[in-house]
């Protein structure tokens, strides 16, 4: 796709919008799976394509459709911090 390697289907991306209640428990799964990912994937980038709802539960901040987030993230897969870079 991006021709960076082969592209997986990662539950823990699925939205949650019409199930509300399993906002906490998808970001959870969400930042164990990053941790995971970051243990494994030696010096290749980690590049997640995923909804709104989960962006906003593990952001804390509504992004625009098609904007892109470059985040850095702690070993437990939680955000430090981010830059937006906006869709044209």
Same mark, same amino acid.
């Given at each position: 796709?991006?021709?960076?390697?082969?592209?997986? &289907?990662?539950? *823990? $991306?699925? %939205?949650?919008? +019409?199930?509300?209640?399993?906002?906490?428990?998808?970001?959870?799964?969400?930042?164990?799976? &990053?941790?995971? *990912? $970051?243990? %494994?994937?030696? +010096?290749?980038?980690?590049?997640?394509?995923?909804?709104?709802?989960?962006?906003?539960?593990?952001?804390?901040?509504?992004?625009? %459709?098609?904007?892109?987030?470059?985040?850095?993230?702690?070993?437990?897969?939680?955000?430090?911090?981010?830059?937006?870079?906006?869709?044209?």
């Amino acid at each position: 796709l991006l021709n960076v390697g082969p592209v997986t &289907i990662e539950p *823990a $991306l699925a %939205s949650f919008f +019409d199930e509300p209640q399993l906002a906490a428990a998808r970001n959870s799964r969400l930042q164990s799976f &990053i941790a995971h *990912a $970051l243990r %494994s994937k030696g +010096d290749q980038a980690l590049i997640l394509v995923t909804h709104h709802v989960n962006i906003l539960e593990f952001m804390g901040q509504n992004i625009g %459709s098609g904007d892109m987030v470059l985040a850095r993230v702690n070993p437990d897969g939680h955000l430090v911090d981010y830059k937006l870079f906006r869709s044209p």
